[in-house]
């Protein structure tokens, strides 16, 4: 189970929570240099991959590999080379912003203050501050500005982006897109926002009740999966292609998401009085589609068809 | 009135919608294909660093550069070692196919939709010559 391309590899990872399947056979792949958009409605089960990841609970069965090393039996070496920002993670509030980073330094072998001063100076947080009074927004930033202090090669941002303004998530962003710089640095983010992560991920991966659903490249995602309207007014009923889902029979039209979209579909779709169209869909579309289809077909076995990067269901 | 000069390229990006099902690799590639094929990006601009770009327009720092990448396979931009991307210096000649390919784009989805309707297609071909005569009527009109 190892694979030197890979930041992050879950095999079969399990969680219970006595009878609740937090994590439930998740099979992940995210690629190193890659940012990496975990979503998924509350109560997925992002969080609890993110603490297996760091070893701060051990999966029920299953396992999971983060840069290389086993995250049950080399858990110090993967803290070292990881850095984590959580929601709304407590701050103490009394300690200033220098102090904090100081505490924080004293738990790596190596540090480079520079990466901690430049994400701080670029929106003006004043080192000399206690934590107390910063805003939501700035303390985020001083939690990703510690978070890189340690140089680490995976960047975890749990929820970072939940319920902060829209000026905080920019910024954000902005040090998500420069945390890259470092070369070959990875990052997995989790989070509810779809148009924020469609923004900056290159990779997605959807889990629904602790089921990794979907896993894919962005691009390859928006490609395969398209909406199709065929309208006849001239036959009552069309017949519709095998796999599709989402299907809606109106008056003379008939609308239905396909995953795995070709143009020779519109083609074989169309005819006499009849005609085939493809639409584009929206990050946010596609997956509201999926988790209706996953949700509604969870008991029928459809579920984790539209899988990881070719790999098989 | 407030007016903002700025010279830079960096300036001419639009921001990116990720809500729109245009995936943001084409939202950027079409904003530099119009402006070449415009005449607003000349041989010899400077392009903004992968890494700018990415920044200001807050997207992911390998669309931007498979953006570069794919368009200097198309010839419109050339990298230089060590100092940059650069609006190539074919990208006049590439213009004119540019506009073409641009326009052909759209008329083939009006072509689509021509056919559907089941409409003939010397009326389509009227049409069109009509509007292209009102469009350069009403040109006239205002200069």
């Not at chain 1, 710089?181 to 070959?184: H, I, L, S, V």
């Not at chain 2, 830079?8 to 001419?12: D, H, L, N, Q, R």
């Given at each position: 189970m190892s694979d030197t391309s890979l930041a992050i590899l879950t095999e079969n990872l399990t969680r219970r929570f006595g009878r609740l399947?937090?994590?439930?056979g998740v099979n992940a792949h995210v690629p190193k240099g890659a940012i990496y958009g975990l979503m998924g409605p509350n109560g997925a089960g992002k969080t609890t991959f993110v603490r297996v990841l760091l070893n701060l609970i051990n999966p029920t069965s299953g396992g999971a590999v983060v840069l290389g090393h086993d995250v049950t039996k080399e858990p110090v070496e993967v803290r070292r080379r990881v850095g984590h920002v959580a929601a709304l993670q407590p701050l103490w509030d009394w300690m200033t912003v220098r102090d904090f980073a100081e505490f924080m330094r004293g738990c790596y072998p190596k540090w480079n203050p520079e990466a901690v001063s430049t994400v701080l100076d670029r929106i003006g947080?004043?080192?000399?501050?206690?934590?107390?009074?910063?805003s939501r927004g700035q303390r985020a930033i001083v939690s990703i500005a510690v978070a890189v202090g340690h140089e680490p090669d995976l960047l975890i941002l749990d929820e970072a982006l939940t319920g902060l303004d829209p000026i905080a998530r920019r910024e954000v962003l902005r040090n998500v897109i420069d945390a890259m710089?470092?070369?070959?640095r990875t990052v997995l983010i989790t989070g509810q926002d779809i148009a924020d992560m469609e923004r900056i991920c290159d990779h997605v991966g959807f889990l629904v009740k602790g089921r990794l659903v979907l896993e894919a490249t962005l691009d390859d995602l928006k490609s395969r999966v398209k909406r199709i309207r065929v309208e006849h007014p001239g036959e009552s009923e069309v017949q519709v292609p095998v796999g599709a889902f989402q299907v809606e029979r109106r008056l003379r039209e008939t609308v239905f998401t396909v995953?795995?979209?070709?143009?020779d579909l519109l083609v074989s779709l169309d005819g006499p009085g009849r005609r085939a169209v493809a639409t584009d869909l929206s990050l946010e579309d596609i997956f509201i589609d999926l988790a209706q289809a996953h949700m509604t077909a969870d008991t029928a076995g459809a579920g984790g068809k539209l899988l990881p990067n070719g790999r098989s269901a | 009135m407030l007016v903002y000069y700025n010279n830079?390229?960096?300036?001419?990006f639009d921001s990116i919608n990720p809500k729109s099902a245009l995936p943001i690799y084409r939202q950027i590639t079409d904003q530099i294909r119009w402006r070449v094929a415009a005449g607003v990006f000349a041989p010899g601009d400077k392009l903004p660093s992968v890494r700018e770009l990415a920044a200001q327009l807050l997207v992911n720092p390998n669309t931007v550069a498979k953006v570069y990448r794919d368009l200097e396979r198309d010839g419109l931009l050339e990298t230089r070692r060590g100092d940059g991307t650069y609006i190539s210096s074919e990208a006049v000649a590439l213009a004119e196919s540019e506009r073409t390919r641009i326009i052909e784009e759209q008329l083939r989805s009006i072509a689509r939709d021509v056919r559907a309707f089941g409409l003939p297609g010397q009326a389509a071909m009227d049409l069109f010559r009509r509007i292209l005569s009102d469009e350069s009527a009403q040109r006239k009109d205002r200069r």
């Open positions: 399947r937090a994590l439930d947080i004043d080192q000399a501050a206690t934590l107390g009074v910063l710089q470092a070369e070959g995953e795995n979209y070709t143009p | 830079s390229t960096k300036a001419m």
